[in-house]
């Protein structure tokens, strides 16, 4: 994992890099989306633990979307947490 972003910008450019090998610079590509996905994820993260919907339609239905609201936290934090996994950022523990 690439943890710093000076580290994602070394790898960056190093990925640019004329005549490098092709398996390096696909284990770069691997590595940099998922510390890209990681750096993201946590500065999206709210205080509770969960991701927000970027999307707000309260002053449509106040009572509604206050319902909808938790829904949409639990999906888009199942749908991050799911990616990271995916990407390797979060250890099986099973």
Same mark, same amino acid.
């Given at each position: ?6 580290? =994602? *910008?070394?790898?960056? #450019? @190093? +990925?640019?890099?004329? !005549? /490098?090998?092709?398996? /390096?610079?696909? /284990? /770069?590509?691997?590595? %940099?989306?998922?510390? %890209? @996905?990681?750096?993201?994820? =946590?500065?999206? *993260? ?13 002053? =449509?239905?106040? +009572?509604?979307?206050?319902?909808? #609201?938790?829904?949409? #936290? ?5 749908? =991050?947490?799911?990616? %990271? +996994?995916? +990407? !390797?950022?979060?250890?099986? %523990?099973?």
């Amino acid at each position: 994992m690439i943890e710093s972003y000076y580290e =994602i *910008q070394c790898c960056c #450019q @190093l +990925h640019r890099t004329d !005549g /490098l090998d092709d398996s /390096l610079r696909a /284990l /770069l590509a691997k590595r %940099l989306r998922s510390s %890209l @996905l990681v750096a993201r994820a =946590i500065e999206e *993260q709210d205080a509770n633990g969960c991701w927000n919907p970027w999307w707000d339609w309260s002053e =449509i239905d106040a +009572h509604e979307w206050s319902k909808a #609201q938790v829904e949409w #936290q639990g999906v888009r934090t199942r749908i =991050i947490l799911t990616s %990271l +996994h995916n +990407h !390797g950022a979060i250890a099986d %523990l099973g």
